[in-house]
């Protein structure tokens, strides 16, 4: 049984995607990554995230309506809105738990997340 905990990451810039899901999986995380928020929505439909990162910023469905979406899906998820744009206020009021303004260091958002293990209470 895999026990690790599962990301998705929403953000339209492959490098920064790609970035965040290289350290996310290195820190321990099972990751997925999703360039639109289409793809992202689908992804949610397949199986069940712990933790879930999203731009706003996106071509098509911005990360506002994502996040509203993605809390209807999975209410018990920690939700992350990223953005360089100030828009906090509107990913908290979509249903976001917490807002890292870009650009941040990745660690920064390591030291947020829940450990990457689940803890086993057997």
């Known amino acids: 049984m895999n026990d690790k905990r599962t990301i998705l990451v ?12 290289e350290v996310l999986s290195d820190h321990g995380y099972e990751v997925h990554g999703a360039e639109n928020g289409e793809s992202a929505l689908d992804l949610l439909k397949q199986r069940v995230f712990d933790i879930i990162i999203s ?3 996106m071509p098509g469905m911005n990360g506002q309506e994502f996040v509203h979406e993605a809390r209807l899906c999975f209410p018990g998820a920690l939700i992350v809105g990223i953005s360089g744009l100030p828009c906090q206020d509107s ?3 979509a249903g976001a738990d917490m807002f890292l303004k870009k650009p941040f260091h990745p660690l920064r958002l390591i030291s947020l997340l829940p450990f990457p293990e ?5």
Do not use: G, P, T, W
Request: glycine letters at 0%.
């Open 10 to 21: 929403l953000e339209d810039d492959e490098c920064v995607r790609e970035m965040l899901c």
């Open 55 to 57: 731009d706003f910023s």
């Open 91 to 93: 990913f908290l009021e």
């Open 118 to 122: 689940q803890e086993s209470n057997a």
